[in-house]
């Protein structure tokens, strides 16, 4: 949803004609007169709290392809215009909940941009002065959304101009704040004030203490629910091990890890339970790695500890001749009979066509339903769902997937079960969709995914 052109905009006021002919048809009734007038200021005040509620500010120059996509349910709007806006009208920064900062490499540059008399150099640092007047302006902000391009040779001048970063910085302290999503290398998360509800960062982000000055204790900022993010998928990048002198995860009620390679994955799981395993109540873990590697440790840690979790949600893709075997021990270590406090299983994962055809071992998928199905061990187990996604080529012919008959025939409950199951064995190229949703709300996870 694209922004009108403010210069076209009368802020609020009816074109004279209407109002003319308004006044004239209601100057002998001043009650009705006062009652369209109260009428139109809480219209009007009621449309910009909702149109701007949820922004998107590109720090790149131009409109990002794709925004006027009905999809989206933010209001894109150029700095340039968002400022007159508020230059006028100071109060609507305050309508401002929902926010994203991005920078997009594919923009189509506006016409009426270029029509300016500006040089290049001219226009985005004029693009970058109304980013910043609109920053400052946001003083109620609920949920911030910071990702600049990477790597940062793509960085737009923005995030080289001090002053913009300091209006970011603001914003990130702001007390107000219950969500931040942080996916860049910069270390914006360690400028929380003492607490938020929902933080997403990557897992390499924050400052090494050996070149930055340790924080006070007391200055830890605690976090309900954190996601971590392993954005490359060659595994070459490592947990901050300075993250609990930053943050305090002691209390955390939610954890969602994300990562596209096993390699450091048992070592930074093992590091984030150590800290919350007596209060994480949802754990989220999602390992979708591409790659054959046998020197990574895989799923090689334990859930041992972790007796008031009450839902587990696990994504898998790769090779399952080896890494669900590693699920099935993983879900075993989880305590059992009465200790054990599961309500809620869901089990994804992504194989390949011949993982359910030529190559397809009934074994261990037998063995993840005797597990997970095993009253004994999951005694408050209530909801369970089972999917399965493969990806099929050209050539492959369907009929021949035996692993799906054989999963569709294997898994099924008796009807007097307590437990409710949900089975699905489909193709599926890209599964993992947002079956659990690590925000609060719909609205927020739209931000936080958009382009």
């Given at each position: 949803?694209?922004?009108?052109?403010?210069?076209?905009?009368?802020?609020?006021?009816?074109?004279?004609?209407?109002?003319?002919?308004?006044i004239?048809?209601?100057?002998?009734?001043?009650?009705?007169?006062?009652?369209?007038?109260?009428?139109?200021?809480?219209?009007l005040?009621?449309?910009?709290?909702?149109?701007?509620?949820?922004?998107?500010?590109?720090?790149?120059?131009?409109k990002?392809?794709?925004?006027?996509?009905?999809?989206?349910?933010?209001?894109?709007?150029?700095?340039?215009?968002?400022?007159?806006?508020?230059?006028?009208?100071?109060?609507?920064?305050?309508y401002?909940?929902?926010?994203?900062?991005?920078?997009?490499?594919?923009c189509?540059?506006?016409?009426?941009?270029?029509?300016?008399?500006?040089?290049?150099?001219?226009?985005?640092?004029?693009?970058?002065?109304?980013?910043?007047?609109?920053?400052?302006?946001?003083?109620?902000?609920?949920?911030?959304s910071?990702?600049?391009?990477?790597?940062?040779?793509?960085?737009?001048?923005?995030?080289?101009?001090?002053?913009?970063?300091?209006?970011?910085?603001?914003?990130?302290?702001?007390?107000?704040?219950?969500?931040?999503?942080?996916?860049?290398?910069?270390?914006?998360?360690?400028?929380?004030?003492n607490?938020?509800?929902?933080?997403?960062?990557?897992?390499?982000?924050?400052?090494?203490?050996?070149?930055?000055?340790?924080?006070?204790?007391?200055?830890?900022?605690?976090?309900?629910?954190?996601?971590?993010?392993?954005?490359?998928?060659?595994?070459?990048?490592?947990?901050?091990?300075?993250?609990?002198?930053?943050?305090d995860?002691?209390?955390?009620?939610?954890?969602?890890?994300?990562?596209?390679?096993?390699?450091?994955?048992?070592?930074?799981?093992?590091?984030?339970?150590?800290?919350?395993?007596?209060?994480?109540?949802?754990?989220?873990?999602?390992?979708?790695?591409?790659?054959?590697?046998?020197?990574?440790?895989?799923?090689?840690?334990?859930?041992?500890?972790?007796?008031?979790?009450?839902?587990?949600?696990?994504?898998?893709?790769?090779?399952?001749?080896?890494?669900?075997?590693?699920?099935?021990?993983?879900?075993?270590?989880?305590?059992?009979?009465?200790?054990?406090?599961?309500?809620?299983?869901?089990?994804?994962?992504?194989?390949?066509?011949?993982?359910?055809?030529?190559?397809?071992?009934?074994?261990p998928?037998?063995?993840?339903?005797?597990?997970?199905?095993?009253?004994?061990?999951?005694?408050?187990?209530?909801?369970?769902?089972?999917?399965?996604?493969?990806?099929?080529g050209?050539?492959?012919?369907?009929?021949?997937?035996?692993?799906?008959?054989?999963?569709?025939s294997?898994?099924?409950?008796?009807?007097?079960?307590?437990?409710?199951?949900?089975?699905?064995?489909?193709?599926?190229?890209?599964?993992?969709?947002?079956?659990?949703?690590?925000?609060?709300?719909?609205?927020?996870?739209?931000?936080?995914?958009?382009?």
């Amino acid at each position: 949803m694209l922004a009108p052109d403010c210069a076209h905009v009368n802020h609020g006021r009816l074109p004279q004609e209407m109002y003319d002919e308004i006044i004239s048809f209601l100057q002998d009734d001043p009650i009705t007169l006062r009652s369209c007038a109260l009428t139109h200021r809480s219209l009007l005040f009621a449309s910009q709290k909702h149109i701007f509620n949820s922004l998107i500010l590109d720090t790149g120059l131009g409109k990002p392809v794709g925004s006027d996509e009905a999809r989206f349910k933010y209001f894109f709007i150029a700095p340039n215009q968002l400022r007159s806006i508020l230059q006028r009208s100071q109060y609507i920064g305050a309508y401002v909940r929902n926010l994203r900062i991005t920078t997009n490499l594919t923009c189509l540059m506006q016409s009426r941009e270029w029509e300016i008399g500006l040089t290049d150099k001219e226009m985005e640092q004029t693009h970058v002065e109304s980013l910043t007047f609109c920053l400052q302006q946001f003083r109620y902000l609920e949920c911030l959304s910071v990702r600049p391009a990477l790597p940062e040779e793509n960085y737009k001048l923005a995030w080289k101009n001090p002053e913009f970063l300091q209006a970011v910085q603001n914003l990130v302290s702001l007390p107000s704040l219950r969500c931040f999503d942080h996916c860049s290398p910069m270390d914006l998360a360690y400028n929380l004030k003492n607490h938020i509800e929902y933080l997403s960062m990557y897992a390499e982000t924050g400052p090494n203490l050996s070149t930055s000055a340790t924080p006070q204790t007391n200055r830890r900022c605690s976090v309900d629910f954190l996601q971590i993010w392993h954005n490359d998928i060659y595994g070459s990048t490592v947990l901050n091990p300075h993250l609990q002198e930053f943050l305090d995860i002691g209390n955390l009620k939610g954890l969602c890890i994300r990562s596209g390679h096993d390699r450091h994955l048992s070592a930074d799981v093992d590091y984030l339970l150590r800290a919350c395993e007596k209060s994480l109540l949802h754990l989220i873990l999602e390992s979708t790695t591409f790659l054959s590697d046998f020197d990574a440790d895989g799923l090689n840690f334990t859930f041992k500890n972790l007796h008031a979790l009450h839902t587990f949600h696990v994504r898998l893709q790769g090779e399952m001749g080896r890494r669900l075997p590693m699920l099935v021990t993983l879900l075993s270590t989880i305590p059992a009979g009465q200790e054990n406090m599961l309500e809620e299983l869901v089990v994804q994962i992504k194989c390949d066509y011949f993982q359910l055809s030529r190559d397809f071992h009934p074994e261990p998928w037998d063995n993840l339903w005797t597990l997970v199905t095993n009253s004994t061990h999951f005694p408050r187990l209530t909801k369970l769902y089972l999917r399965v996604f493969y990806s099929m080529g050209f050539v492959e012919d369907p009929s021949n997937l035996a692993g799906k008959t054989y999963l569709l025939s294997k898994w099924h409950l008796p009807p007097d079960s307590r437990i409710s199951l949900s089975v699905d064995v489909q193709e599926q190229v890209n599964p993992f969709g947002p079956f659990h949703l690590f925000w609060p709300s719909d609205r927020v996870h739209h931000l936080v995914r958009l382009f």
